[in-house]
């Protein structure tokens, strides 16, 4: 089953941060900048539970009419 997520296109100066601070910090700028995102989102999470939300629906397999019947 393959899928298609959205990849948004970070600003060059967005990629250089990441990629300077990951270095400064041992790790793949990849996961310094999921685990921004997801600090970010946590702190979110007392105005929406947004992250929650988005697991919950990634975790429930959709239905289509079709299916259903």
Do not use: I
């Not at 429930?60 to 259903?68: C, G, H, T, Y």
């Amino acid at each position: 089953m393959s899928r298609t997520l959205y990849s948004p296109r970070l600003s060059d100066d967005v990629v250089r941060a990441l990629y300077r601070e990951g270095q400064r910090r041992r790790m793949p700028m990849t996961r310094l900048a999921d685990d921004l995102l997801r600090h970010s989102l946590d702190s979110l999470a007392e105005v929406v539970p947004v992250l929650h939300l988005c697991e919950e629906e990634s975790a429930e397999p959709s239905l289509s009419d079709d299916d259903a019947a």
